[in-house]
């Protein structure tokens, strides 16, 4: 089994910076591709950045320059830096790790904004 678990949500005032973190564990036999993905209230599940097991990095464009996807070298092990956070960004956030053609999912970190 594989499991996915994400932590660093919370509550924060516009213009706040949070860093969430993804740890992926189990019957994982090496390096896989991660990523962040976000959903809001009444919306559909949305990517926010991707990262290779090389660690290249891919954004959605409206994110990019606010958000940064990092992970440990070695492990799956994922983070995301979010700053100058806005109201918008309010979502369910999800941790995934793609291994083998099957994408793995946390149960989601809850990040709200405050205006």
């Known amino acids: 089994q594989v499991q996915v678990v994400e932590s660093g949500g919370g509550l924060v005032q516009a213009g706040g910076s949070l860093r969430l973190s993804c740890a992926a564990s189990?019957?994982?036999?090496?390096?896989?591709?991660m990523g962040w993905y976000r959903q809001a209230p009444g919306k559909e599940r949305e990517v926010v950045a991707t990262?290779?097991?090389?660690?290249?990095?891919n954004y959605v464009d409206s994110m990019k320059d606010r958000f940064t996807i990092s992970r440990d070298s070695g492990k799956n092990t994922v983070y995301l830096q979010m700053n100058t956070l806005k109201p918008e960004d309010t979502a369910v956030y999800y941790c995934t790790l793609l291994m083998s053609g099957r994408s793995y999912w946390g149960q989601g970190t809850q990040v709200t904004v405050s205006s």
């Open positions: 990262i290779t097991s090389g660690g290249r990095t």
């Open positions: 189990g019957s994982i036999f090496g390096i896989y591709p």
